[in-house]
């Protein structure tokens, strides 16, 4: 396995090279746990949750934030400081993360994105049509995507996804309503989390309309 991770490592750096890459990372310390992302001067790259701490408990306490604890956004290209905006406006409020549009898929630079893929297309549907606060099945999204009866390819698709919570997988459910994996099964608490924060956003503002 060490050897398999070095052998990708090795290869991604040396697609970056080719590609011209010079590439930053940004750290934030979120609900979620630690957030990395990187990217280059054409575009974003990846964004990883390391699950460093357990997602924040939120009852009756303000909503949580997201702040750079490494790394300058100054100093990156517009689209990861467009992301870094995004992350803390998403966290601090989803709701008004809908405002502050993340970036468009011209702006990703993985090959995941960029490719003429099944895998490509669906998470470029799922940025483009499922918004904050909604879910869909996975279902639905492979007859979105123009290819129905594809659910499982699209479970494979959102394990591939090199942009996380930017690109909402955690959106995604099976169609009896259950939440489904996260990062592999590995981050199914922090897909719970997720849904709950948008969901208490999505009461909040119902609420105030009750008022206006």
């Known amino acids: 396995m060490r050897c398999r991770m070095?052998?990708?490592?090795?290869?991604?750096?040396?697609?970056?090279?080719?590609?011209?890459?010079t590439p930053k990372t940004i750290s934030l310390l979120s609900p979620l746990g630690t957030i990395q992302v990187s990217g280059c001067e054409n575009?974003?790259?990846?964004?990883?949750i390391l699950m460093d701490v357990a997602p924040a408990e939120r009852s009756g306490e303000p909503p949580p934030s997201c702040r750079v604890v490494s790394g300058a956004p100054a100093e990156t290209n517009p689209e990861l400081q467009r992301c870094v905006r995004w992350l803390q406006a998403y966290f601090g409020e989803p709701r008004g993360a809908?405002?502050?549009?993340?970036?468009?898929?011209?702006?990703?630079h993985?090959?995941?994105?960029?490719?003429?893929?099944?895998?490509?297309?669906?998470?470029?549907?799922l940025l483009s049509h499922v918004k904050t606060g909604e879910t869909v099945s996975y279902k639905r999204l492979a007859e979105m995507a123009g290819q129905p009866g594809a659910a499982r390819a699209v479970g494979g698709a959102m394990r591939r996804?090199?942009?996380?919570?930017?690109?909402?997988?955690?959106?995604?459910v099976s169609s009896s309503?259950?939440?489904?994996?996260?990062?592999?099964?590995?981050?199914d608490h922090l897909k719970l989390w997720l849904l709950a924060h948008e969901r208490r956003a999505q009461e909040d503002a119902a609420r105030c309309e009750d008022y206006t």
């Open 6 to 21: 070095a052998t990708l490592r090795a290869k991604e750096m040396r697609n970056r090279r080719e590609s011209g890459c």
């Open 98 to 108: 809908g405002s502050l549009p993340p970036p468009p898929p011209p702006a990703f």
């Open 177 to 187: 309503g259950r939440s489904g994996p996260y990062m592999g099964g590995r981050g």
């Open 43 to 48: 575009g974003v790259h990846t964004l990883q």
């Open 110 to 125: 993985h090959p995941a994105l960029r490719a003429d893929t099944f895998t490509s297309r669906v998470l470029h549907v």
């Open 161 to 172: 996804n090199p942009i996380p919570l930017i690109i909402p997988c955690h959106r995604v």
